[in-house]
Structure formats: C-alpha cells, structure tokens
C-alpha cells in the first residue's frame, strides 16, 4: 500500500507538516474548531496544515491547523459590536427601490427586493 499523496509530517516537502484530509493528528484543531471550542489562535504560527484536492476545480485547497493549547478565549461582543452587526444586517435587507425591509437578504441578482425586480423589465 503506497502512502498518501499529501503525507509529511515531518515538514520536509511542504515546510510544515502536512497531512492528508482526514489524517491530522486529533491535538490539532483547524480555526473552525478552535472557535467551536469558544478558542482563536491568538496570533500563534500556524502548526501543520491539511491539503487536499478539490473534485470542482481540481486545485489543491489547504486548512491550516493550530495547537489549541497555546489558542485564548474569544474576545466577547461589546455592544457597538451588536449594534453594528445589527445596522449591517438590516442594509442588506433594506431594498433600495421601495425603502421596505424585506424580511430576508436581498438577492445580489437584483439588488431589490422580489416585489420591486417583478417591476423592473427584463430583470429575470
């Protein structure tokens, strides 16, 4: 049995240790994990890394792993924070057309709320 493509745990052909999809070490955790954890990588190197190849577009993607141990709690959310996100969230529901908050994002398609790209011609 041949070893797999992406295998290199030692560094010596990637530059850090690389490991195939599936096959990382379970004492590494992608950022995704780290905050499922409630955890951010703290500004620490990144330790390993997964490479993998894409069944679209072929490329060779990466998800960079870290050492949860030397990762910090997230920062909480301040209330400018919330109010922020929260005038963010209702520009994108806002159309422009009719000033109306839609009640769900607006489609990028259109950039106006289905009622108003129903009006516009030729907008499907």
Do not use: H
């Not at 959310?77 to 839609?102: F, H, I, Q, S, V």
């Amino acid at each position: 049995m041949s070893r797999p493509r992406f295998w290199d745990p030692a560094g010596e052909r990637f530059g850090i240790p690389t490991f195939p999809w599936r096959m990382a070490p379970d004492s590494l955790c992608t950022r995704r994990q780290l905050r499922a954890r409630g955890l951010r990588p703290n500004g620490q190197p990144v330790a390993a890394q997964i490479l993998w190849r894409s069944r679209k577009s072929k490329d060779v993607r990466a998800a960079y792993l870290y050492q949860p141990e030397l990762a910090c709690p997230v920062r909480p959310m301040t209330p400018a924070k919330w109010a922020a996100l929260a005038a963010a969230n209702r520009a994108r529901r806002t159309c422009p057309g009719c000033g109306r908050d839609a009640g769900y994002v607006l489609p990028a398609r259109y950039g106006t709320c289905l009622p108003c790209a129903d009006d516009i011609p030729n907008a499907a």
